[in-house]
């Protein structure tokens, strides 16, 4: 954060809470672990826990390539346009302010379709570039406009269709039936969506 005084800028660095917390947990643990004598314990599961990582970062490698590959050739071939103008109606209702032909439309639907499909990863690089093109709609460049808070209203809940990474994750870790998940999800996904849809309009309308 940034605050002007008079004798000049001063700046202020603001950790992150988050952050925070895990460094506390990791030392509070090395610390148990030593004082209990459980050293070799904390080092067979750090080095578990680096390979297991590993290996299941390597498992979804392919099915990241593959979608995010598909996504890059759809938006290369014109179908992101197409996709834009078929969600027209649902855009111009959760972006009023944002033209239907503009950048940031495209980029809109490309990270709906990602999310819907459970791609979260992949639906980031798209998530960023629709940020920065709303950006260039906002008129007020230190304050978020409607459009961006509903944009990232949207991303933190999503519907999930078909949650990709999920059914990856569950069938990586030996789960006799990985896509038994997808209804229960759409289910919740979707109520999580709704509410979060409703509660932004309401503040757009208040503030």
């Not at 979260?120 to 960023?128: K, M, Q, R, S």
Request: proline share 3%; charged share 15%.
């Amino acid at each position: 954060m940034v605050y002007k005084k008079n004798k000049g800028i001063r700046i202020i660095r603001v950790k992150s809470m988050l952050n925070l917390i895990w460094v506390t947990m990791v030392v509070v643990g090395l610390l148990v672990g030593i004082a209990t004598g459980r050293h070799e314990a904390i080092v067979d599961s750090v080095l578990n826990s680096a390979k297991n990582s590993a290996a299941m970062i390597i498992g979804l490698i392919g099915i990241y390539v593959f979608w995010m590959g598909i996504l890059n050739i759809a938006k290369e071939s014109g179908m992101v346009d197409a996709l834009a103008k078929k969600m027209k109606k649902c855009l111009k209702f959760l972006f009023p302010e944002v033209p239907a032909k503009s950048e940031a439309a495209g980029f809109i639907s490309l990270n709906l379709v990602a999310n819907i499909l459970g791609m979260g990863n992949a639906a980031t690089p798209f998530g960023l570039s629709a940020m920065r093109e709303l950006d260039k709609l906002n008129g007020h460049k230190k304050i978020a406009s409607n459009a961006m808070c509903m944009f990232l209203v949207i991303n933190a809940s999503s519907i999930q269709l078909l949650p990709l990474t999920l059914i990856a994750f569950r069938s990586a870790y030996g789960s006799a039936n990985p896509a038994e998940i997808v209804l229960p999800t759409l289910i919740t996904t979707t109520v999580n969506t709704l509410v979060a849809i409703t509660a932004a309009k309401i503040m757009e309308r208040r503030y």
